[in-house]
């Protein structure tokens, strides 16, 4: 059997963590998250890391790997998934890897080959510190930050600053090496399932998993991370908006119903992304269907 990678992706609940372990159960393997946020230690109920139990069914690659003050970014996810999966692939011809982060799933399956989609939470932070903070700290950030942009780019420009800037933060690449690099061709074989189900019953699934977030404590959780907010990896649905009535901005009320809406925009965003991807087969969250799809696939 060739070396594969079964790649399960989709928007946020959906159902994609509990059908990545039927699979990697089902062929003996581990997983390798695709998911920006998960991988810090400090976030947990406001990412839906998968629960402890799930967690000891199956080993996970790049959940709890990183703190929130590391620079996480698509070019350290594609080096250290590449890494990862070498390792699975020694014991094992088959690796699973779930999650709704599309430019991580695209720098894995083809390298950065083009000047990406940016995570809109880095570029609303760039942009609000930017209004903040003025042209110079705008212009000593990207010459710290890409300094290789900041030689050959137009640095009175605050439009083209912004860019290299959220650039280097989301990717870790100047913005200057898209123009060169060639996509990548990988030495195993990939297989990537889409998880799809309709609008209405995601939504309620949404809705119903932020109550059930606030239940379990993530008031409490965003609380203990007040002194941390203005990081990148804190910049995310459900953080926020809690960061904003922590500080008097809106009622609890409020930004519970803030995050709703947040999150059903995120997977419209994330189901945008995936859609454009031709090489993603579609399905319902049944592990019959991904199983099968699987099979035939390899």
Request: hydrophobic residues 40%; aromatic residues 8%; glycine residues 6%.
């Amino acid at each position: 059997m060739p070396k594969t990678c079964i790649i399960i992706v989709g928007p946020t609940a959906v159902g994609k963590t509990a059908l990545a372990i039927v699979a990697a159960k089902h062929f003996n393997t581990s997983i390798i998250s695709a998911d920006s946020r998960q991988c810090f230690r400090e976030l947990n109920i406001g990412v839906a890391k998968p629960s402890r139990e799930q967690l000891n069914m199956v080993k996970h690659e790049f959940i709890n790997s990183h703190s929130i003050q590391d620079q996480v970014n698509a070019a350290v996810f594609e080096q250290y998934a590449l890494e990862k999966i070498q390792e699975i692939f020694t014991t094992n011809d088959i690796a699973v890897m779930v999650g709704g982060t599309g430019l991580y799933v695209k720098t894995f399956c083809y390298g950065l080959d083009e000047v990406p989609v940016i995570d809109p939470f880095i570029r609303e932070k760039v942009v609000a510190d930017y209004e903040w903070e003025g042209l110079n700290w705008l212009q000593r950030e990207v010459q710290k930050t890409d300094p290789l942009f900041f030689e050959q780019g137009e640095t009175k420009n605050p439009q083209r600053l912004m860019r290299a800037l959220e650039v280097k933060l989301s990717t870790g690449r100047s913005i200057i090496e898209f123009r060169t690099r060639q996509q990548q061709k990988r030495d195993f074989n990939i297989i990537t399932i889409g998880l799809e189900i309709s609008k209405d019953q995601l939504h309620t699934n949404i809705n119903r998993r932020v109550d059930d977030m606030m239940n379990q404590g993530l008031l409490r959780e965003v609380k203990a991370l007040e002194p941390f907010k203005k990081l990148n990896a804190l910049q995310t649905v459900g953080y926020r908006e809690l960061f904003g009535h922590l500080a008097g901005d809106i009622t609890l009320e409020d930004a519970v119903e803030i995050i709703k809406i947040n999150t059903r925009q995120y997977a419209k965003r994330q189901m945008t992304w995936f859609k454009k991807d031709s090489e993603v087969k579609w399905c319902e969250p049944k592990a019959e269907a991904v199983l099968q799809m699987i099979q035939e696939g390899i």
